[in-house]
């Protein structure tokens, strides 16, 4: 997530009432989370196992609850909490906005885009030309969506990360202030939940077809010409690369990249990464002939204690 205009790390911390540690005048341009940042942005950590991973990031500015020696060419921002004050930017930055129409008058909707009654498009959402948008879909704000979509009724996009920190007093949300970006060509099914970014986005990529009833996670991206079948649970932040088939009630577990052509057969739970050009199935995750190889073997476990006796 970009700030509207470059920010100098001394405005950032007395934005946030923080101590700074580097050049006052150090340019910072946006925040994000670790497995996305950028040259310019800030970068949070609040826990000692993560320090060394956001240190040596590409985050150009640290904000972190302990005092420690600043890498070259970078800045740190010393904060208590840096959970709720990576929140205090996002609320600043990219506040909640409350609609005033079910088509926000900021919204751009490309010619021969057809839109569906009961739909509502947010603030600062943009359509692309000859999209079908049907009964009941929700586009959240700053969704970015291509030309020749197909998206089918009840159908969300751009609603808040499932991404909480546990307190004392209960959990507290990591505000989410990122996208949704559907590219051309993409079709998707009735009933599906794509979240957006909590500071980068959720990209689904050109030609890929997803069915009813699947949800895609925060920050994740989905490649080109995919198909996803129903009931399929992506999680956060997974990275699924071009032409992978995933077939119906398959989950995966967050963080993960799934390959080129890979097939992901029904019902599989996507424990780790795999590689591309192979067929998977299976909780944990093995390839398929293997996989199968092992169940005929467990049908056969009285037939050999049999022969033992």
């Known amino acids: 997530m970009k700030f509207p205009k470059v920010q100098s790390l ?3 911390a007395k934005f946030l009432n923080c101590q700074f540690v580097g050049d006052k005048n150090f340019s910072v341009y946006g925040i994000n989370e670790i497995h996305v940042v950028e040259h310019g942005d800030i970068v949070f950590v609040d826990h000692p196992k993560y320090y060394d991973k956001a240190l040596q990031s590409a ?21 208590d909490d840096p959970f709720r ?3 205090r930017l996002t609320n600043h930055y990219r506040p909640f906005q409350p609609a005033t129409a079910a088509v ?33 879909v929700v586009i959240y704000d700053n969704t970015i969506i291509g030309d020749n979509v197909i998206i089918h009724a009840g159908t969300i ?28 060509n ?7 939940t794509i979240d957006k970014g909590v500071s980068g986005d959720t990209t689904i990529g050109e030609g890929t077809k ?13 490649g080109k010409k995919c198909l996803i079948a129903s009931q399929t649970g992506i999680a956060g932040c997974v990275v699924i690369e071009d032409e992978v088939t995933i077939w119906g009630q398959v989950g995966t577990t967050s963080g993960i990249t799934i390959g080129a052509k890979a097939v992901i057969l ?30 005929a073997n467990v049908k056969r476990i009285p037939e050999i204690l049999e022969k033992l006796k």
Do not use: W
């Open 10 to 12: 001394s405005e950032i």
């Open 59 to 79: 985050a150009s500015v640290v904000l972190i609850n302990k005092e420690v020696p600043c890498p070259p060419g970078k800045g740190l921002l010393v904060s």
């Open 85 to 87: 004050d990576f929140n």
């Open 104 to 136: 926000a008058e900021s919204a751009k909707i490309g010619e021969a885009t057809v839109i569906q009654p009961n739909v509502f498009i947010g603030n600062n959402v943009t359509i692309g030309k000859n999209c079908v948008i049907h009964a009941n």
């Open 157 to 184: 996009l751009g609603a808040d990360a499932f991404y909480y920190k546990k307190r004392d007093s209960g959990f507290d949300q990591l505000l989410s202030g990122g996208r949704v970006i559907i590219a051309d």
């Open 186 to 192: 993409v079709g998707i099914g009735a009933l599906c």
């Open 210 to 222: 997803i069915d009813n009833q699947v949800h895609v996670g925060h920050d994740s991206v989905i």
């Open 266 to 295: 029904g019902q599989t739970g996507v424990t780790k990464s795999v590689v591309g050009g192979k067929t998977y199935f299976g909780t944990p995750i093995e390839e398929s002939r293997e996989k199968l190889k092992q169940m």
